[in-house]
């Protein structure tokens, strides 16, 4: 079945940085888009960055862009979020997901969600 297992977050400074990993199994990982939402206490989940299944294109949120680069490895099945630069609004439960991308993003590909990492920016 899909699976996606994230990891990599933590607490961190204002003005720091942390490096998200997914290990996405269960579907075949390169002919997928990939994203990243995040999902902040009595807040809806909200795309945080995109890349398509090549890795040749990609989108940010406006909150992020400058700042969060999304990256992926189809030899290890993997998609990455380096994010810089991070504030207190950051904090939230980072997931991956699987998406489709026709011309530009349209949305996750699939109904279901790993178990998210939490990052925590202390002011």
């Known amino acids: 079945q899909v699976q996606f297992v994230e990891s990599g977050g933590g607490l961190v400074q204002a003005g720091g940085s942390l490096r998200l990993s997914c290990l996405a199994s269960g579907f075949t990982f390169g002919t997928y888009a990939m994203s990243w939402y995040r999902q902040a206490p009595g807040e809806e989940r909200e795309l945080v960055a995109a890349?398509?299944?090549?890795?040749?294109?990609?989108t940010y949120a406006d909150s992020v862009k400058g700042r969060f680069t999304i990256s992926r490895h189809h030899a290890k099945n993997t998609v990455y979020l380096q994010m810089n630069s991070l504030k207190p609004e950051d904090t939230a439960v980072y997931y991956c997901s699987a998406a489709t991308w026709v011309v530009h993003y349209v949305g996750p590909a699939f109904g279901s969600w790993g178990q998210g990492t939490q990052v925590t920016v202390s002011s």
């Open positions: 890349i398509t299944h090549l890795g040749d294109s990609t």
